[in-house]
């Protein structure tokens, strides 16, 4: 199973010959059909559903918060509760993203079978916007500063945490290192050039 950020470290990878069940992050669905898109942020469920990615066999996932919402339900998922309480801001659900709710549902779907995680750059190269998506229809411009990854670092180190079972693989560039929250027997780090 893989699960796709939208960070430029991915840009290298034709996710078209990847085998496998395929779970995305918002506009993923403009270049690649997925399995599974995730999109919490009411923008990019009515932009995916108005271009009908919910008809093309892709289930899309949202937050309880706005799935009354939308009259076509169609395939039109809840994202996963959160599989712990924490008492941190970033432990609150609203204040889980697309990215980390993606590696959430992975883990839940994958049956304790490897999950492999690409695009997850969390930092920028430089001090600006580090998504492939950046400067298109609901994402922030390419002048614009990175966001700091504080949430999805604890949030995706969260689920590592929770499930045990499942080994995940993080694939990233060269001299990327784990962060300190994602350091768990069962999470390892690749290079993203073993898959092209």
């Given at each position: 199973?893989?699960?796709f950020g939208n960070g430029e470290?991915?840009?290298?990878?034709?996710?078209d010959k990847l085998d496998g069940p395929k779970i995305g992050c918002n506009a993923i669905y403009r270049d690649y059909s997925m399995d599974h898109l995730v999109c919490v942020?009411?923008?990019?469920?009515n932009e995916a559903l108005e271009n009908s990615?919910?008809?093309?066999?892709?289930?899309v996932h949202t937050r309880k918060d706005w799935f009354n919402n939308f009259q076509d339900k169609k395939k039109l998922r809840i994202v996963p509760d959160l599989p712990y309480a924490g008492s941190e801001r970033a432990d609150e659900p609203f204040h889980w993203g697309s990215g980390p709710y993606a590696v959430l549902l992975a883990a839940k779907?994958?049956?304790?079978?490897t999950v492999n995680l690409l695009g997850f750059d969390l930092y920028s190269?430089?001090?600006?916007?580090?998504?492939?998506?950046?400067?298109?229809s609901h994402y922030d411009d390419s002048s614009k500063r990175a966001v700091d990854p504080r949430y999805w670092i604890?949030?995706?180190g969260k689920t590592f945490e929770c499930f045990k079972k499942v080994k995940f693989i993080v694939y990233a560039e060269d001299n990327w290192n784990l962060p300190k929250q994602w350091k768990y027997s069962n999470v390892s780090l690749d290079k993203i050039s073993n898959l092209v």
């Open positions: 199973m893989y699960v470290s991915r840009t290298s990878i034709d996710i942020d009411r923008r990019m469920v990615v919910n008809e093309n066999g892709t289930y779907k994958s049956k304790n079978e190269k430089d001090t600006r916007v580090n998504n492939i998506y950046k400067s298109t604890h949030q995706i």
